[in-house]
């Protein structure tokens, strides 16, 4: 029985939002039955419909096949009740919003509705897991699996376990994502913000306080990102960079460059104040880099962007196939 | 007299060490007469065998023509002295050691055999320009002009002036770095690790102490940049990204989100020290994630990479050609 319904082919994804709708294309791409639910059944109208709209935009603008996206399409239920929704998973990805007590009441209703062997991951960004899950008995199979928005076009996934997770649950998680096609990554421990937003705050810090002490521009500050910075950082780490940046290597990067590291963190600010003033400081900036072009079009072209260069460093990958 | 040196089209490369070489080669790809010197003139015939040795290779992997190759290394033009060097100059850019005594006694020189109107550019990424040219004549034609290594990979440049830059200086230099095609944006005054330094420290800061506290291996932390952050950041800056994060845009974003920056920029710890112990912990789980490929085939991909990444960029921009 256990085995069975790990070998299932159905994933429920529970809450059809900004995030719940990109994860229904993840799997729903990869081939699996994906049954969809929200609490507003509105709101799964409109997924369906944002999501068949940009199906017929990919196939006309990125070239995929009409075969191709129909399949995609025909994996994806839509469900009337969260029973519904859960029969038979393997695996139930909860996207709802992002307040412990609505949590904590839907994880009680997957506990009890999910198979027996499903996982129960959550897309939460900011909530404690053992919070989530205290008192659960299906505590055990609950975990965090925190994407970057949206994760059908972001693969990373951040997984990690609370305080009563198996220790399988998290390994099943880390093989499930990765069959899926996305990148995920252990954390070891419970830290605010996790990796993504913890270095994101650290460089988003330095960039605020460089526009705010007049050193550069808003517009200057974005373009040493996007055309140096990021260039490298779309690749490799930071690790792997420093790795390359020397002739010898990491160890011979670090003590070389560790004192100007050093004296350099030492300058950096941390009273940053996120004030009205300074706010509208950085929009205005940002008007100013972007006026001619709406932020539906930005943010499409981002995504877009974002699907060529996945291709692209499929297509030219560091370690050719076979070599691992 | 001065305008027919300003529009001619000679550019001094002084100094062949890793930055001078390559800023050899933004200049020959841009048509320019690019006139080398080294003072160790071995360093010159190294520069050469390197650039045609990578122009043959790239003739091959890149599908250059070998037309377009044959022009570029016929604009490369050996000097042995550097008066030859500076020979009808309009731009002068220097990449000598980082040692503050070389650079004044090497601008005397040039201030003193450059063609007068000149500009006199240095690749300094610490040292202060006012230093440099203290009690130069020629200081209010000095400028910084910082590249990412190497420039003809990495397009962004940062350009700033010294207490006795002449601010027409900094504007034509602006204007020339961009038509040979890099991006240089304009720093306002002068702060430790310019832009570019200071946002990566930041970032480096992080992601060093979440491997410190155990949070996550060195692989895990370059997998969220690579797979994450960075392939937004190839194509968006921070605010870039912010701005379209929210649908209100960068205001509503960091009015939403502020409390969350504020609250995980005080937990970000700022006492990281790089002892050897941890520059080897680092070090060993970077030897982990690239066992099995050379640094210098990962140095080689990524600079091919980001070549590929910016002609993909080039290829698909957000904003078509003729709409600025």
Redesign the interface.
């Known amino acids: 029985m256990a085995s069975k319904a790990f070998r299932s082919r159905v994933v429920s994804v529970i809450g059809t939002g900004v995030i719940g709708r990109s994860w229904m294309r993840v799997f729903a791409r990869a081939g699996l039955e994906t049954r969809i639910w929200d609490r507003d059944s509105a709101r799964i109208e409109q997924a369906w419909e944002w999501y068949k709209a940009d199906l017929r935009r990919l196939r006309k603008e990125l070239g995929l096949g009409k075969a191709e996206t129909r399949e995609e399409r025909r994996s994806v239920v839509r469900c009337a009740t969260l029973e519904e929704a859960l029969a038979g998973a393997r695996y139930v990805q909860e996207s709802g919003p992002e307040d412990l007590a609505a949590k904590r009441e839907l994880f009680a209703q997957l506990d009890a509705a999910a198979p027996p062997v499903a996982i129960l991951a959550s897309s939460t960004s ?1 909530l404690d897991l053992g919070a989530i899950t205290e008192g659960l008995a299906g505590a055990p199979r609950c975990v965090v699996a925190h994407p ?2 949206p994760p059908h076009v ?3 996934v ?1 997984v990690l376990g609370g305080p009563a997770t198996d220790p399988a649950t998290v390994r099943r998680t880390l093989r499930f994502l990765a069959r899926v096609g996305q ?1 995920p ?5 419970y ?3 996790f ?13 605020i306080n ?1 526009v705010r ?28 960079v ?4 020397a ?1 010898g ?3 011979e990067y ?2 070389r460059y ?1 004192a ?6 030492a ?2 600010a ?1 009273d ?3 004030t ?1 003033e300074l ?2 400081r ?2 205005t ?2 008007d100013l ?2 006026r ?2 709406s ?1 539906e ?3 499409q ?2 995504d ?3 699907a ?3 291709r ?2 499929e297509s ?1 990958p ?2 050719p196939p076979g ?2």
Chains 1, 2 share one sequence.
Do not use: C
Request: glycine fraction near 10%; proline fraction near 4%.
């Open positions: 900011a970057v928005n972001v693969p990373v951040e990148v990554v252990l954390l070891r421990r830290t605010p913000g990796l993504i937003n913890r270095m994101q705050a650290a460089l988003v810090r330095e960039a460089l002490d007049g050193v550069a521009s808003v517009e200057a500050v974005d373009a040493v990102v996007r055309e140096g910075l990021g260039l490298r950082w779309a690749l490799m780490g930071p690790f792997g420093a790795n390359t940046n002739d290597g990491i160890r670090f003590t560790g100007s590291y050093q004296s350099l963190w300058d950096l941390t940053t104040d996120l009205p706010i509208e950085l929009g900036g940002t880099m972007t001619r072009t932020r079009v930005q943010r072209w981002r877009d962007a974002v060529r260069l996945r692209l460093k030219h560091l370690t070599d691992d």
